[in-house]
Structure formats: C-alpha cells, structure tokens
C-alpha cells in the first residue's frame, strides 16, 4: 500500500539557517504530494503541493520538488525564522479519486532567535 | 469567511459517558473526515464520508460513531468503548474530487477523561 516515511524530530536551528525536512514515500502510479504545517494548537494548513514528477511546489520560502526517480519530496527553505516553529506533514493522495490522503508522522521544527 | 469550524475548543468527559464533537463546514465540499491524533504522533484516519448519508470506517473506527445527515455536518460521537479517548480531534473537509484532493482542516477539539 501507499506509504510516507519522513525525518523524525525534533529538529531545532538557529534563525537564518538553512531547513531540510526529509521526505520519502511508496505509491503506485503517479501520486499527489504534500506538505502541511501545524502550529501549536492548531489544525493542519495545506503548505504547499505538486501533482506530477519534477514539479516544484514552493509557499513563504518554502520549496518540495516531486523526485520520481528516488520517490522523494524534500522539504526546503532558505532562511528559517521564528515564526516556521511548528509541526511539518508530509503526505500523499493514491491516483485514483477513491484513495485517502496519507500523512507522514510529522516532524517538529524550533527554531532559536 | 469560508471554513470549518469544530467546537468545542475542549472537552472533558467521564468514565462510562458518550461524548460529541461538532464539525461544520460551508466550503461546499462533499467528503468529510475525522482523524486523530496523539502527542508526537501523526493523524490517523477514523471516519470518512464522501457524500451525505454515506460514511466508512477508517484506521481505528472502533469506539467512535458518526453520522451525515446534512452536507454541511460531520458530528463524531466518542462512545464509552473507546477506553484510551484522550487526543486531538481533528476534522477536515475536501471537494473529494481529482488526484489534488486538498484537504481543509478545523482548528481541532481537545479532549480529556475526568
């Protein structure tokens, strides 16, 4: 079945480092992908998506390229702040109009002043 | 504005005592979802419904009832068999169309046992 596996938290940076959340997932055919943030005490909000190899999503500085190739959807950004502290999902929706999204099991992210 | 709105913000229920979370959305969107979640842990699937008065069992349906008698409401029902119920609720809509499959989420319900 469909999968996403992601880097395990907590990660902690200082500000204005450079953010790497890890992201890998199993699927057949072309998968959607996604990210999500939550901030504490909050519900999810979609980040950014892309639904086809190659694609690049990217939202408030922060950049996921579709990897066919190593079934990857890394999450980027250049410069992290303060206010990114928060928990990072990735997740995946099957092809077909039937199937459920999938999350990863998130990764919580602080950030230092 | 448009969205979905869960309440209560928290709740606290006794041994033995069926408890309800109140989703409502007005996006429009036909599918609805609860998922839970645990500290630390991602969200885990409950119950879905892709059109009213129509629903099915997620991951860990046992314990939890719900109901969708109108488009806009996706009431979730915290039955006394759930023996470990403390989590964040979670409820989610989405137009349940396409690969794209977006998913807006509620601001979540807190709950604990007394």
């Known amino acids: 079945g469909n999968s996403v596996t992601q880097m395990e938290g907590p990660v902690t940076l200082s500000e204005e480092a450079f953010l790497t959340i890890n992201c890998t997932y199993t699927a057949t055919g072309y998968p959607s992908l996604f990210w999500y943030v939550q901030y504490p005490g909050e519900g999810l909000q979609l980040l950014l998506k892309?639904?086809?190899?190659?694609d690049k999503g990217s939202n408030k500085g922060f950049e996921a390229t579709y990897r066919k190739e190593t079934t990857s959807f890394h999450l980027e950004k250049g410069s992290v702040q303060v206010s990114d502290s928060a928990v990072y999902f990735c997740a995946l929706k099957g092809y077909s109009s039937a199937s459920k999204i999938i999350f990863g099991s998130g990764t919580r992210l602080s950030i230092r002043p | 504005d448009g969205g979905i709105t869960q309440s209560p913000k928290y709740l606290f229920r006794k041994e033995g005592q069926n408890v309800t979370l109140s989703c409502e959305q007005n996006?429009?969107?036909?599918?609805m979802y609860w998922y839970r979640q645990d500290p630390g842990q991602g969200l885990r699937l409950i119950y879905y419904s892709q059109i009213v008065n129509d629903f099915q069992k997620g991951d860990i349906a046992e314990g939890y009832s719900v109901s969708r008698e109108k488009k806009e409401s996706f009431p979730l029902t915290v039955t006394s068999a759930q023996k470990n119920p403390t989590a964040f609720y979670l409820c989610a809509s989405s137009s349940g169309t396409g690969n794209e499959n977006i998913q807006y989420f509620g601001a979540g319900t807190r709950l604990s046992v007394l």
């Open positions: 996006l429009n969107h036909d599918a």
């Open positions: 892309a639904t086809k190899a190659d």
